[in-house]
Every structure is written in structure tokens, then in C-alpha cells.
């Protein structure tokens, strides 16, 4: 039956389930043949649901950015730009901006919930 997927699947799902396959087996105690078959049924799935659909997968940059964004903010002190900048490969101006730009997220955050 495994053989018989790879063959007739298309490439996008056969992937699909190969690393739904893997992340399985890694990430909990499911055996490799059980990790194989849910992980086509998740591709079957998600063929029924989305088939026939253009479909976008974004690398995850943005929350990737996000998370060492807030932990510049984090670590800032409010004198310790330039440390940041080597810290984490940006520039000086780079800093400036995170600074600025999650404070702002956290001012807006914060007073958001002062209204709900």
C-alpha cells in the first residue's frame, strides 16, 4: 500500500506525508508504520479539503522575525543598542527600529485591553 501511494500520489501530498510521517515518529512515540499511515491520511485529507485550490505556504519568516524582534526588546535596556546590533547581526538603525516598533505593539497591546 505504501508503494502504491508514492506512485499515484501527487509529489505535494506524497511530501506532505513523508514529513507528517517524520515529525511523528520524532516528536512522539508512534511507531514508523503507523506514523506512514496517518501521515497519508493527513495528506488525503488535506487534498479533500483544499484540493483544486492555489495554495500559499509562507516560510514562517515573520514569526521567526517576531520572536527575536521581542527578544531584542526584551534584553533592551535602554542604553545597550550597539550590544544588541552584535548580538544578533543587525544593524545599529535596525535596533532603533525594533525598539520603536514593539513598543509601539505593546503601548497599543496594553491600552487594547484596557477597552475590552
Known amino acids: 500500500m505504501k508503494g502504491e ?5 501527487p509529489e505535494l501530498l506524497v511530501d506532505l506525508s513523508v514529513h507528517v510521517a517524520a515529525t511523528l515518529v520524532e516528536l512522539s512515540s508512534i511507531d ?3 506514523a ?3 501521515g497519508r491520511e493527513i495528506a488525503d485529507r488535506m487534498a479533500a479539503h483544499w484540493g483544486g485550490q492555489n495554495i500559499y505556504f509562507p516560510m514562517g519568516l515573520s514569526v521567526k522575525l517576531s520572536r527575536r524582534d521581542q527578544q531584542i526588546y526584551d534584553e533592551f535596556n535602554g542604553t545597550n543598542h550597539s550590544e544588541l546590533a552584535r548580538k544578533f547581526g543587525v544593524s545599529l ?5 525594533i525598539v520603536k516598533t514593539v513598543r509601539q505593539e505593546e503601548i497599543a497591546r496594553r491600552q487594547g485591553d484596557m477597552f475590552t
Do not use: A, C, H, N
Open 36 to 38: 506512514e499511515q496517518l
Open 32 to 34: 514508523q508504520d503507523k
Open 93 to 97: 538603525q535596525w535596533i532603533y527600529r
Open 5 to 9: 501511494f508514492r506512485s499515484k500520489g
